[in-house]
C-alpha cells in the first residue's frame, strides 16, 4: 500500500505541475498576436508551434463560429503533441493523466549499416510491471505486441484507451498470436521527429486538410494530386494515380466510402518516414519482436536453407505482414505472428487452390533466388512498421 500512495502523490503532483504550465501558456495564448511575435523575435520560425499558430490565425480570420474555431485550434494542437481524440465526454477526476509524448530524435549514427544477425536470435521478454501504474498485480497483463510494454485493462480503461468495442477486441487477441499494439505503437505518427512532423503538418495545412476529419476518394485524389505536384512540379500520371486509388480501398476496408482520420495519418507517416530517411534508419526503429518475426519469416520462406529467396517470395512477406487484419477467416492458423507459407492443411489451401500453389511453387523455384537476409530486411522494413496499428486498414499497399 505505501508503494501505491508513494505512486499517487507523485501522481498528483505532477498533475498539479502540468495544470500550472497549462495555466501559463493558455495566459500566452491570449496575448495579442503582435505582441506574441515580437516577444518571439522570429525564433519560432520553422517550428510546430508556429505552425499551430499560423492554422489558429486563419480559422480566427475567417467566417467560423467561435466553438468551430476552437475546435480547429484542439485538433492542430492534438496534431502537433501527438495526441489522439478525445472522448466528448471525458470524466478527468476518475481518469488517469494521458501520457505527454515526447517526440524522438534522430541520432547522428543511424544512417550506418546495421548488424541484424539472422543466425543469433534474440530474447523476447516483457515488461513486469503495468506501464501506465508501474505496479505488478497478480491480475493478467495485456501484452504489446510491437514492443515491451504490459498493461493492466483497469488502467487502459482509466486511461480512456480501452472503450466499447476495443475492449473485447484487446480481451481476445492480447494473448494469442496475432495480438494486440500498445498506444504508442498503434499510432505511427509517434514515430515522427519534430522536424519531420512540422513537415507533415505544413504539407496538410498547404492542402487545406483538416485535421480528426474523414476523406473521400474524391478528397484523397486532390489530396495526392497537390502534393505530387509540389514536390514534382508535374502532374501525376494515370498509373500513379491507380496506385492512388488502390491505397485508398486499402485505407477502407470496410468499404464505407470515407477513410477515418488516424488511418489517414498511419499512412501518410510511413510515406513521409520512407521519404525521409535511410533504410537504415528504418531498421533502428524494429523492435526485437518484430526482428524476431522477420527472421521467422525468411527461415521459413528459405525452404531449401540456401540463405536466399526469390522476388515473389519476398513480395508474399510484405502482403503476410498485414494478415493479421484478416478477420473474415479465424479458422486459419497462419498469422503475422509466425509469418511463412501457408501450409496445405490450412482451410485456404484446400481444393482447387492447392494445385494452383503447386503451381506457383514450381515457377517460383525455376526463378534466380537473389534476395538474401540483408535485402529481405531492407525491402520489408516499412511494411513491418506500417503493420503495427490495430486498425483493419493497410496503411501501405503492397506492390502487386
Not at 6 to 25: G, H, I, M, N, P
Not at 68 to 97: C, H, I, Q, Y
Not at 260 to 288: A, C, G, M, Y
Request: aromatic share 6%; glycine share 4%.
Amino acid at each position: 500500500m505505501g508503494v501505491l500512495m508513494s505512486r499517487r502523490q507523485t501522481v498528483e503532483k505532477v498533475q498539479k505541475v502540468s495544470l500550472a504550465v497549462s495555466a501559463f501558456k493558455d495566459g500566452l495564448r491570449e496575448q495579442p498576436v503582435s505582441r506574441r511575435r515580437a516577444e518571439a523575435g522570429g525564433t519560432r520560425r520553422g517550428t510546430l508551434e508556429q505552425t499551430v499558430q499560423e492554422a489558429e490565425e486563419e480559422a480566427s480570420a475567417g467566417p467560423s463560429q467561435p466553438e468551430e474555431v476552437s475546435a480547429s485550434k484542439a485538433a492542430w494542437e492534438r496534431l502537433r503533441d501527438g495526441r489522439g481524440v478525445e472522448p466528448e465526454e471525458f470524466d478527468r477526476a476518475n481518469r488517469f493523466t494521458p501520457p505527454a509524448f515526447i517526440r524522438p530524435q534522430r541520432e547522428l549514427h543511424d544512417d550506418e549499416p546495421l548488424d541484424i544477425s539472422l543466425e543469433q536470435r534474440e530474447q523476447v521478454l516483457n515488461d513486469e510491471m503495468c506501464e501506465i501504474c508501474e505496479v505488478w498485480t497478480a491480475e493478467s497483463l495485456f501484452p504489446c505486441r510491437v514492443c515491451s510494454r504490459v498493461y493492466h485493462d483497469g488502467c487502459l480503461r482509466r486511461m480512456g484507451y480501452l472503450q466499447n468495442d476495443s475492449a473485447v477486441e484487446v480481451t481476445e487477441t492480447a494473448h494469442t498470436e496475432t495480438g494486440w499494439s500498445c498506444y504508442y505503437c498503434d499510432n505511427l505518427n509517434l514515430l515522427l521527429t519534430e522536424e519531420e512532423m512540422y513537415s507533415l503538418m505544413e504539407t496538410l495545412r498547404q492542402c487545406k486538410i483538416i485535421p480528426e476529419t474523414s476523406l473521400t476518394l474524391d478528397d484523397f485524389l486532390h489530396y495526392k494530386h497537390l502534393v505530387h505536384k509540389q514536390q514534382f512540379e508535374r502532374p501525376m500520371e494515370e498509373t500513379q494515380e491507380e496506385r492512388a486509388t488502390l491505397q485508398f480501398s486499402a485505407l477502407d476496408p470496410d468499404k464505407k466510402g470515407h477513410i477515418e482520420w488516424p488511418d489517414f495519418l498511419s499512412h501518410e507517416s510511413i510515406q513521409l518516414l520512407q521519404k525521409l530517411r535511410p533504410l537504415n534508419s528504418l531498421l533502428r526503429l524494429l523492435t526485437v519482436k518484430e526482428r524476431e518475426r522477420a527472421r521467422a519469416a525468411f527461415l521459413a520462406l528459405d525452404q531449401d536453407g540456401s540463405g536466399f529467396i526469390g522476388e515473389s517470395e519476398c513480395h508474399k512477406a510484405q502482403h503476410a505482414w498485414f494478415r493479421k487484419h484478416q478477420k473474415e477467416t479465424p479458422s486459419c492458423s497462419v498469422s503475422i505472428s509466425h509469418v511463412g507459407p501457408m501450409s496445405e492443411s490450412s482451410p485456404a489451401s484446400s481444393g482447387s487452390g492447392k494445385s494452383q500453389e503447386k503451381t506457383l511453387l514450381a515457377s517460383e523455384q525455376e526463378e534466380a533466388r537473389s534476395i538474401d537476409w540483408p535485402r529481405f530486411l531492407q525491402e520489408n522494413v516499412a511494411y513491418i512498421l506500417a503493420a503495427r496499428p490495430n486498425s483493419a486498414a493497410i496503411h501501405l499497399q503492397p506492390p502487386a
